[in-house]
């Protein structure tokens, strides 16, 4: 099991931008593709992004491909959501999310998800 803390949600205005961030502990981090998800009050969760195991592919949502930007950092367990020209649909919660299968390079279904995160609120103002 692997344990997933998100930081660095908040309060911004529309067109600003933020930094996710996901610290996790208790497996292989390097060996398992990484994702973002969100969920907005009302909505289903949704999938934002996913990152390969290797780091060499990344996948992204159409509502925020060109504006989000998903890496991660293996030596610091980290994965990252640089989020730029942020919009008042981008306001939910964010959930960092890891594969449930080994060296997997596709993270999109929610059903293929290992573990959750908390959640970390991000708050878009218009």
């Known amino acids: 099991q692997v344990q997933l803390v998100e930081s660095g949600g908040g309060l911004v205005q529309a067109g600003g931008s933020l930094r996710l961030s996901c610290a996790a502990s208790g497996r292989a981090f390097s060996n398992y593709a990484m994702g973002w998800f969100r969920q907005a009050p009302g909505k289903e969760r949704e999938f934002v992004a996913s990152?390969?195991?290797?780091?060499?592919?990344?996948d992204y949502a159409d509502s925020v491909k060109g504006r989000f930007t998903i890496s991660r950092d293996n030596a610091k367990n980290t994965v990252y959501l640089q989020m730029t020209s942020l919009k008042s649909e981008d306001t939910a919660v964010y959930y960092c999310a890891t594969s449930a299968r080994y060296r997997s390079t596709w993270l999109r279904s929610q059903y293929e998800v290992g573990d959750w995160g908390q959640g970390t609120q991000v708050t878009v103002s218009s």
């Open positions: 990152i390969s195991w290797s780091d060499s592919t990344t």
